[in-house]
């Protein structure tokens, strides 16, 4: 039995690192995979050649409704103890409504894009176009990420301005408006981990990376996304290292 990585796209920086750190290859969709193999499934919704077996992880199936925010959103939903998701709806004339109340509305123009792409913000009527998804402002605080494998919190990061940034703010979170996901000096707040385990359960994952706000003044939560190739560097590579090795050992 031996270790694969199989990664959504061949120049994945974290897929490279992941496979370094772990001492294994990564493969293509064309594989020719013996069933005595753990594939680590990084991303990757589309499905191979090969069979997946139940000690596979991430299995593409899951992978399809992670990365996809509106599928994602309908599945957390569908859970009625399940209540982190933010305001969103696939109808115009809802978050036209919306916008006359008062809310700010984020279209999404792609429901699989990531770091802000394909957002348009829209505070008026004139501003709304025409978008699969769109999502109410959640006027969150704080911003975090979790990583969760096979049940556990592995790494917590908060979003936080990147020292001696001096751009504009766009209204959205990413790396090119300043902000950065850092460790030091977090405070995890009640019930975040637990969420992050809720919302990965739900999709069917084995690993993932949650996005989730915290509006502190009202202590609540809002689940964005889950990511199933996250960025890895540093302590966070190390820790996803171990935990798939570990699992790896115990089969």
């Not at 077996?53 to 959103?73: G, R, S, W, Y």
């Not at 006359?100 to 792409?117: A, P, V």
Request: net charge positive; aromatic share 10%; with cysteine.
């Amino acid at each position: 039995m031996s270790l694969k990585l199989f990664p959504y796209k061949a120049g994945s920086i974290s897929a490279k690192r992941l496979a370094r750190s772990l001492g294994i290859l990564r493969v293509r969709p064309t594989y020719n995979a013996r069933r005595k193999d753990v594939i680590i499934n990084w991303g990757n919704s589309h499905p191979p050649n090969f069979r997946w077996m139940e000690q596979d992880l991430n299995k593409p199936h899951a992978i399809v409704k992670a990365c996809d925010k509106l599928e994602t959103f309908r599945i957390l939903q569908e859970d009625n103890d399940f209540k982190h998701c933010p305001k969103w709806t696939y109808d115009k004339n809802k978050a036209a409504n919306w916008i006359n109340e008062g809310e700010i509305i984020y279209c999404r123009s792609t429901t699989t894009g990531h770091s802000g792409r394909g957002i348009v913000i829209a505070s008026s009527i004139d501003e709304l176009i025409d978008a699969p998804l769109y999502t109410v402002k959640t006027k969150h605080r704080d911003e975090y990420r979790v990583h969760i494998f096979k049940g556990e919190v592995l790494d917590v990061q908060k979003k936080k301005k990147r020292l001696g940034f001096n751009g504009t703010s766009s209204g959205i979170r990413n790396h090119s408006s300043g902000w950065v996901y850092a460790r030091s000096d977090v405070a995890i707040p009640d019930m975040l981990c637990t969420i992050a385990m809720e919302a990965v359960l739900l999709l069917g994952l084995d690993f993932g990376a949650v996005d989730i706000g915290h509006k502190v003044n009202e202590n609540k939560f809002f689940v964005f996304e889950v990511n199933t190739a996250p960025g890895l560097e540093g302590s966070t590579l190390d820790k996803y290292s171990k935990a798939i090795y570990n699992y790896y050992r115990s089969l």
